[in-house]
């Protein structure tokens, strides 16, 4: 087998080429339609180069509202194509209708036709391309574990799910006292024969995973010394899980906690907040306004499928532990919780015909914006939750109440990267998010939560 180590892009890496070569393959697409064509309402000069600073913006955030540079979506040949159609609609559209800052329009309508055609080709040429190479098997990340065989199946699957060209190829049991091979599917590499291993396999980087010092034996520490000195990467799980899911991985970082978080700077800075909480009020200004555009549909959509009160509060736990009313349009049929509270559930019975619309739509947390207003909730932050459900999570899980050193949000870092939060399970993967979301809280990371907002509401993805 081939010594060769594999080629393998990061996931960071592949967002940026994304982005590059959809750029360059509409302008260079342009270019040619131009020469060939006749096609002369896009003809870059000096004097106009920012026309083409502006197409790259629309292509650039279209994308990212269609999950054009979500990795799943991007391998897959069908998603990535209905991507591709709703980004070049978006991007043509709005740039005819852009003043100033693009060509005016072009008196003949052929021109906007090739125009359209020249986007939506050159996009769908070269993600064909990425699909058929970039996203195959040759670029697959190649990877050693060092951990406890009993754990090994759990953190294959986790990064494994997370990045679909990351591969766990072999591990090394730190385990002493049970030195079997207890996961099937991973093979077991004996310590002695590691160098010659990766070679074998094109593995590029070690894992350490193991919890337990006494597993990192005097042999084992001399080995990865040799392979560190042989070129290889040698990283701690936690960091590597951290950068592939975009989570905190609480369930493994036992009673140091401490050592994950410094808390993002932003949580402190004085500038920040200031602006943040500037733009939230603006921002629950122009939702209070729709929200009154639509109140009169609303109202009699609840009078025909809820028949019954428009609006119920309920007490959640916000920032510091301080317990609020937050305000909702009911969802629910009357007396939902006469037996208690539980959570709700995929497909939930007491949830009404309307209820189930509002809820996919988000107009149900329209009546926020008053939470925000008022200064209880944030526009971006952890999901606020019930006071009985905080205690009840917080008895399994001790990092549970870290999530409120923040305002709670009408929208989050958990809400757009996972499905509504059935079981304790569940809220274990939100919080992972949350915890993520606390520690690199910065502007970059709010608008990327707004933009992954826009996509889960465009694609009715509510619950």
């Not at 072009?106 to 080709?121: C, K, M």
């Amino acid at each position: 087998m081939s010594k060769k180590k594999s080629i393998h892009f990061e996931i960071s890496e592949r967002k940026v080429l994304l982005r590059i070569f959809d750029v360059l393959s509409v302008l260079l697409m342009l270019a040619v339609i131009g020469t060939v064509f006749n096609f002369d309402y896009f003809d870059i000069t000096a004097s106009n180069f920012y026309w083409t600073i502006v197409l790259a913006l629309y292509i650039t955030i279209f994308g990212s509202v269609f999950e054009m540079y979500n990795l799943q979506v991007a391998s897959n040949q069908y998603q990535v194509t209905k991507s591709i159609i709703l980004t070049s609609s978006s991007t043509v559209l709005f740039y005819l209708l852009t003043p100033i800052y693009t060509p005016v329009l072009p008196s003949n309508r052929l021109q906007i036709l090739f125009f359209f055609l020249s986007v939506v080709g050159a996009l769908f040429t070269w993600r064909m391309l990425y699909v058929k190479y970039f996203a195959s098997q040759r670029f697959v990340k190649r990877v050693i574990m060092i951990c406890d065989g009993e754990q090994l199946g759990e953190l294959v699957n986790s990064l494994e799910s997370a990045d679909p060209h990351y591969r766990v190829v072999g591990y090394v049991n730190s385990d002493i006292a049970n030195n079997g091979a207890l996961y099937k599917l991973v093979q077991l590499v004996e310590i002695d024969n590691l160098l010659q291993f990766a070679k074998e396999n094109r593995a590029s980087e070690i894992v350490i995973a193991s919890q337990n010092t006494d597993g990192i034996t005097v042999n084992l520490y001399n080995q990865l010394i040799q392979m560190l000195e042989n070129g290889y990467i040698i990283r701690e799980y936690t960091q590597v899980y951290e950068h592939i899911t975009q989570r905190i991985p609480v369930q493994y970082v036992a009673r140091d906690f401490y050592r994950y978080f410094p808390f993002s700077r932003s949580n402190q800075n004085h500038l920040y907040l200031v602006v943040v909480r500037i733009l939230e009020i603006f921002t629950a200004l122009i939702g209070l306004t729709f929200g009154l555009i639509l109140l009169p549909l609303i109202v009699v959509g609840n009078l025909l499928g809820n028949r019954g009160k428009l609006f119920y509060t309920q007490q959640r736990v916000g920032r510091n532990g301080k317990v609020f009313e937050i305000l909702k349009f009911r969802t629910m049929v009357k007396n939902a919780e006469k037996d208690g509270a539980v959570f709700t559930t995929t497909n939930d019975r007491r949830i009404t015909a309307f209820g189930k619309f509002l809820r996919k739509t988000r107009i149900d947390e329209f009546p926020q914006f008053f939470n925000i207003l008022k200064g209880d909730m944030a526009v971006i932050g952890p999901r606020p939750e019930r006071p009985v459900f905080v205690e009840e999570i917080a008895r399994v899980m001790p990092f549970y109440e870290t999530r409120h050193v923040v305002k709670p949000g009408l929208t989050g870092w958990a809400q757009v990267n996972y499905s509504y939060g059935q079981t304790i399970t569940d809220s274990l993967i939100k919080l992972q998010y949350d915890l993520y979301y606390i520690k690199h809280r910065s502007i970059f990371l709010d608008v990327n939560i707004m933009v992954k907002t826009f996509s889960t509401v465009l694609f009715y993805r509510g619950q």
